[in-house]
């Protein structure tokens, strides 16, 4: 049977469980439009922050 030589730290062993206590992303509502959408991040429709930043394919 397989046996660490060396005992993992406390913080280490937090690391190593960081990711059980992940959470759902933040989001945001875009101001013009409504639009739920990652926080930093564009609009599908290409806000960002109430202006219109990228040209969508409908344009």
């Excluded at 013009?32 to 990652?38: K, P, R």
């Amino acid at each position: 049977m397989a046996v660490p030589q060396n005992r993992k730290t406390p913080s280490k062993r937090g690391m190593h469980r960081s990711h059980d206590f992940l959470t759902r992303p933040p989001t945001a509502i875009e101001p013009t439009t409504g639009e739920v959408h990652l926080r930093h991040h564009i609009s599908p429709t290409g806000f960002y922050r109430g202006k219109k930043v990228v040209r969508t394919k409908g344009e």
